[in-house]
């Protein structure tokens, strides 16, 4: 006998995916290790304390543009300025200017205390040794002052910040080459299916490549994420259970794919039961309804689903918040846009759906957005063509050409 339809309870009682991400946010607490890295060491990671500046940057008065550095005092129109020297970027000028002097200068370099401005070479006529300057000289003109930037003692970043490429470079600039980050997460990763080969074996009948190991690897690796590749595990609760065990003694979270729905051959939710404990399982989210998430000792764990759509939209919408908040990241909301659809897009109510679409910005700066045409969760080539997700509210029913939508965009990397 079959057994009891599992998916069969009303919509309206599965959980929001609002919900779903405040039950993960209120479960998982930053992990509180630290470690010090090099700055080429640290992209991505949270700065475990405060950064101050050990140095005014810039640390001298320099140049903005090629040109001429000299005494605003000297501005007697059409008066001749002679040129005492050069001051080049890395070989400054040491000398003194008196009256009537300049000095030839060039981005970057240093502006001697004697000089108080710099004209552009564009506004000097050269003569010789000398120059005629044709343009107001006011103090201050293309010289960035000692200590623009930040001055030595200030803030340069918060604790809690999570380091991105510009934040790697103000460090470098403050002369700060070793900081103090919370460790990075270790992540366990399988996938679960007795279907499953790998990408690199001839398939047998019935049989497909694994892929989603892939995406979420690279997910992971783009979040920072040291990975604990578990590999393809078949449908067998028993090895399950005792994979997920060892996993959770070594990693701070697991993320499995497949197997967390409601057929005969879905053993997560069962293996979580049994080793640890089920916060929830299932929401009202398409693709992604076969969500599940809970503990095992120490580790959290993520149950995505198998099809590909679904493990992408649940990665975004669910881990990758949960992640950022055992890193210690704080926490942050995805952009989403108001676009004008271009095509029908159909839906059913009951569900938030996360449909595929490509969205551009119109020459008026309003955003339109296509439906791509193959919603289906197994399309991976339909989330490889997108550039956002449209966003269609649980109640929604279908959306109309013209109508306006939201979208929640993302890179090329998704
Ligand atoms: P499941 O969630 O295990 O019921 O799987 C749902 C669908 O996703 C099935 O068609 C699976 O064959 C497919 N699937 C599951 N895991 C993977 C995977 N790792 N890579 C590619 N497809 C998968
Ligand atoms: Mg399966």
């Given at each position: 006998?079959?057994?009891?339809?599992?998916?069969?309870?009303?919509a309206s009682?599965?959980?929001?995916?609002?919900?779903?991400r405040?039950?993960?946010l209120a479960a998982?607490?930053p992990?509180?290790?630290?470690?010090?890295?090099?700055?080429?060491r640290?992209?991505?990671?949270?700065?475990?304390e405060?950064?101050?500046?050990?140095?005014?940057?810039?640390?001298?008065?320099n140049?903005?543009m090629?040109?001429?550095?000299?005494r605003?005092?000297d501005q007697?129109?059409?008066a001749?300025?002679?040129?005492?020297?050069?001051?080049?970027?890395?070989?400054?000028?040491?000398?003194?200017?008196?009256?009537?002097?300049?000095?030839?200068?060039?981005?970057g370099a240093?502006?001697?205390?004697?000089?108080?401005?710099?004209?552009?070479?564009e506004?000097?006529r050269?003569?010789?040794?000398?120059?005629?300057?044709?343009?107001?000289?006011?103090?201050?003109?293309?010289?960035?002052?000692?200590?623009?930037?930040?001055?030595?003692?200030?803030?340069?970043?918060?604790?809690?910040?999570?380091l991105?490429?510009?934040?790697l470079?103000?460090l470098?600039s403050?002369?700060?080459h070793?900081?103090?980050?919370?460790?990075?997460l270790r992540?366990?990763?399988?996938?679960?299916?007795d279907?499953?080969?790998?990408?690199?074996?001839?398939?047998?009948m019935?049989?497909?490549?694994?892929?989603?190991?892939?995406?979420?690897?690279?997910l992971?690796?783009?979040?920072?994420?040291?990975?604990?590749?578990?590999?393809?595990?078949?449908?067998?609760?028993?090895i399950?259970?005792?994979?997920?065990?060892?996993?959770s003694?070594?990693?701070?979270?697991?993320?499995?794919?497949g197997?967390?729905?409601?057929?005969?051959?879905?053993?997560?939710?069962?293996?979580?039961k049994a080793?640890?404990?089920?916060?929830?399982w299932?929401?009202a989210l398409?693709?992604?309804?076969?969500f599940?998430f809970?503990?095992?000792?120490?580790?959290?764990?993520?149950?995505?689903?198998?099809n590909?759509?679904?493990?992408?939209?649940?990665?975004r919408?669910?881990?990758?918040?949960?992640?950022?908040?055992l890193?210690?990241?704080?926490?942050?909301?995805?952009?989403?846009l108001?676009?004008?659809?271009?095509?029908?897009?159909?839906?059913s109510?009951?569900?938030?759906?996360f449909?595929?679409?490509?969205y551009?910005?119109d020459?008026?700066?309003?955003?339109?957005?296509?439906?791509?045409?193959d919603?289906g969760?197994?399309?991976?080539s339909?989330?490889?063509?997108?550039?956002?997700?449209?966003?269609l509210?649980?109640?929604?029913?279908?959306?109309?050409?013209g109508?306006?939508?939201?979208?929640?965009?993302?890179?090329?990397?998704?």
């Amino acid at each position: 006998m079959r057994p009891p339809d599992r998916c069969a309870e009303p919509a309206s009682r599965r959980l929001t995916l609002d919900r779903a991400r405040e039950l993960v946010l209120a479960a998982l607490k930053p992990l509180e290790d630290t470690e010090r890295l090099p700055l080429d060491r640290a992209r991505g990671r949270i700065l475990a304390e405060a950064v101050r500046a050990p140095l005014d940057l810039p640390p001298f008065a320099n140049s903005a543009m090629d040109g001429y550095a000299v005494r605003s005092v000297d501005q007697d129109a059409g008066a001749a300025l002679r040129i005492v020297g050069t001051s080049w970027a890395g070989h400054p000028f040491l000398g003194h200017l008196g009256a009537g002097q300049c000095i030839r200068i060039f981005t970057g370099a240093l502006v001697p205390e004697d000089a108080d401005a710099v004209v552009a070479q564009e506004d000097a006529r050269r003569e010789g040794d000398s120059i005629r300057v044709a343009v107001p000289m006011r103090p201050g003109d293309h010289i960035r002052r000692q200590g623009e930037e930040f001055r030595a003692g200030e803030a340069l970043l918060p604790s809690g910040k999570r380091l991105g490429p510009a934040d790697l470079g103000l460090l470098a600039s403050g002369g700060i080459h070793e900081l103090a980050v919370r460790r990075g997460l270790r992540v366990a990763l399988c996938s679960t299916g007795d279907e499953l080969r790998p990408v690199w074996q001839p398939l047998g009948m019935g049989e497909i490549h694994e892929s989603n190991r892939q995406v979420l690897k690279a997910l992971l690796v783009e979040l920072g994420a040291e990975v604990l590749d578990y590999g393809t595990l078949p449908d067998d609760p028993e090895i399950l259970k005792q994979i997920l065990s060892e996993a959770s003694s070594l990693a701070d979270a697991i993320v499995t794919s497949g197997g967390a729905s409601v057929g005969e051959a879905d053993f997560i939710v069962e293996a979580l039961k049994a080793r640890g404990h089920l916060d929830f399982w299932k929401i009202a989210l398409k693709p992604g309804k076969p969500f599940a998430f809970g503990r095992i000792g120490s580790a959290a764990l993520f149950g995505l689903p198998g099809n590909p759509v679904a493990a992408m939209v649940t990665f975004r919408q669910l881990v990758r918040p949960g992640l950022l908040r055992l890193m210690g990241a704080p926490a942050s909301t995805p952009l989403r846009l108001r676009a004008l659809c271009a095509n029908w897009l159909e839906k059913s109510p009951g569900r938030l759906e996360f449909q595929r679409g490509v969205y551009r910005q119109d020459p008026g700066g309003s955003f339109s957005v296509t439906g791509l045409p193959d919603q289906g969760s197994h399309r991976l080539s339909s989330m490889s063509r997108a550039n956002c997700f449209i966003v269609l509210p649980l109640e929604n029913s279908g959306v109309a050409p013209g109508e306006p939508v939201e979208v929640e965009p993302f890179d090329e990397l998704c």
